[in-house]
């Protein structure tokens, strides 16, 4: 459930690659507490526009805060210091470590992102306590000490959610959480984000609808790097708009 706080607000925030607009004047408020999905057609900018919020591409103008700090343009090392995390599409672990492993190696700051994360006083010092919750939470605890190049693939994904969620980030954005899932492993994923949602702000990016519809209390819809709907997902559905926007991808 959302308060009145604003957890991210971005304001006519652009970028512009080689006068190409990939991400154009957008305004986007989200709330905190809010489970807030960024959808779209392929090169839409939502890519682009989570490396904006999380610092990894600097804005070419326009303004990002962070419950209300004022954070454009500074370094993803800062913009994690105001408890912003980001997961990756693109896998990032380590074939011959294990889960635990992994975890571990998260809650000392040490996963690819190369940085210190922002983190909450109780995390510091990471147990082993700790470890074994996170990996309880995303369902991995029978398989902690399995080397995770055998690990499947929904096993993969979720030991990603642990490693994000070993940062203990207030905002949590979700690079397509379900990408490349069969049914069943979305399903548990919808799950466990829901669960991980608790007490927190996630912005996520999915292309299934049937994720957007069962997680999000609030959906954007970007098209060629602008705002094209926004609002609650029933309504953002059902906008003639969106409907054109997907029928013509
Ligand atoms: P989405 O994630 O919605 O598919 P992206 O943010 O990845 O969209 O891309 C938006 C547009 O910006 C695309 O046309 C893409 O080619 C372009 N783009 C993204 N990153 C770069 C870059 N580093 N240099 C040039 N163009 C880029």
């Not at 706080?5 to 004047?25: C, E, H, N, Y």
């Not at 709330?31 to 990894?56: D, I, M, S």
């Not at 605890?141 to 190049?149: F, K, N, P």
């Not at 519809?213 to 970007?222: F, H, I, K, Y």
Request: aromatic fraction near 6%.
């Amino acid at each position: 459930t959302t308060n009145g706080r604003v957890a991210l607000r971005t304001q006519a925030l652009t970028k512009v690659f080689r006068g190409f607009r990939a991400v154009d004047s957008v305004d986007l408020v989200v709330r905190e507490g809010g489970v807030h999905a960024l959808v779209g057609p392929n090169g839409a900018g939502k890519t682009t526009l989570f490396n904006l919020l999380t610092g990894f591409v600097s804005p070419t103008s326009g303004a990002i805060t962070v419950f209300d700090e004022d954070v454009t343009g500074q370094q993803p090392e800062q913009v994690a210091r105001r408890g912003v995390a980001r997961s990756f599409q693109i896998t990032s672990l380590f074939e011959t470590l294990t889960s635990r492993e992994h975890v571990e190696l998260a809650l000392q700051g040490l996963t690819r992102q190369g940085f210190r994360f922002w983190r909450s006083e109780k995390l510091l010092g990471g147990n082993r306590a700790r470890v074994d919750e996170l990996l309880t939470q995303v369902g991995l605890m029978a398989l902690a000490d399995r080397q995770v190049g055998l690990l499947a693939y929904g096993q993969k994904r979720a030991l990603e959610l642990a490693l994000v969620l070993a940062l203990d980030p207030r905002v949590m954005l979700l690079d397509e959480p379900t990408a490349g899932m069969g049914i069943e492993d979305v399903d548990r994923t919808i799950e466990l984000v829901r669960r991980i949602a608790a007490g927190r702000t996630v912005v996520f990016v999915d292309h299934n609808m049937h994720v957007v519809g069962s997680l999000a209390d609030r959906v954007t819809v970007l098209q060629q790097g602008r705002i094209l709907a926004e609002g609650p997902y029933e309504e953002v559905r059902n906008d003639e708009r969106v409907i054109t926007a997907y029928l013509g991808e």
